[in-house]
T-cell receptor
Framework: DTAVSQTPKYLVTQMGNDKSIKCEQN?????MYWYKQDSKKFLKIMFS???????INETVPNRFSPKSPDKAHLNLHINSLELGDSAVYFC???????????FGPGTRLTVL | QKEVEQNSGPLSVPEGAIASLNCTYS??????FFWYRQYSGKSPELIMF????GDKEDGRFTAQLNKASQYVSLLIRDSQPSDSATYLC????????????FGKGTRLSVIA
């Protein structure tokens, strides 16, 4: 009965590779988010989707491309990975009209 | 630039004492305020939210909000070693489904 799930939990890859992270929520929420938490534990918004449409795209490199096939899923594809992309990526979701967000378990990405 | 400031700590308190965590925010129009707890290697977990000036109590936790001073705090009564974690203050400038702006977190250590 996991509320917000992410796969994979760990991802180790070489510089220059392309990788994807998947997120699914079974809470019936209609807004989903991607946050990045760097090595200093600073948690920062990357993308926000409401009803499958991108509503906020913070200043992130265009190597990062989110995709929402439906309200319950929000995936993150990263092209040409760089060392600085190493971080923990968290997916979160919230219900329309509320701002209480629930986080997934995170994906720890390590770029070598 | 919307900012949320927290003392990074570590804040050390003896078991049974009151832990006081503080947070200031820069955007006077901020609408809602959250405290998340994050254990090492885990995802942020919502513990309190507050929208109105004053105090809000939930078990051993009390959130305090002073919009005039742009200040929000979290008190943890009867601190337990299991409360040892990083506490993230988060602010939502707009109501509804908009991303949260997080502080860098305060690391709390409760000494048995």
């Amino acid at each position: 009965d996991t509320a917000v799930s992410q796969t994979p939990k760990y991802l180790v890859t070489q510089m220059g590779n392309d990788k994807s992270i998947k997120c699914e929520q079974n809470l019936g929420h209609d807004t989903m988010y991607w946050y990045k938490q760097d090595s200093k534990k600073f948690l920062k918004i990357m993308f926000s989707y409401n009803n499958k449409e991108l509503i906020i795209n913070e200043t992130v490199p265009n190597r990062f491309s989110p995709k929402s096939p439906d309200k319950a899923h929000l995936n993150l594809h990263i092209n040409s990975l760089e060392l600085g992309d190493s971080a923990v990526y968290f997916c979160a979701s919230s219900h329309q009209g509320t701002d209480t967000q629930y986080f997934g378990p995170g994906t720890r990405l390590t770029v070598l | 630039q919307k900012e949320v400031e927290q003392n990074s700590g570590p804040l050390s308190v003896p078991e049974g004492a009151i832990a006081s965590l503080n947070c200031t925010y820069s955007d006077r129009g901020s609408q809602s305020f959250f405290w998340y707890r994050q254990y090492s290697g885990k995802s942020p977990e919502l513990i309190m939210f507050i929208y109105s000036n004053g105090d809000k109590e939930d078990g051993r936790f009390t959130a305090q909000l002073n919009k005039a001073s742009q200040y929000v705090s979290l008190l943890i009564r009867d601190s337990q070693p299991s409360d040892s974690a990083t506490y993230l203050c988060a602010v939502n400038v707009l109501s509804g489904n908009t991303p949260l702006v997080f502080g860098k977190g305060t690391r709390l250590s409760v000494i048995a």
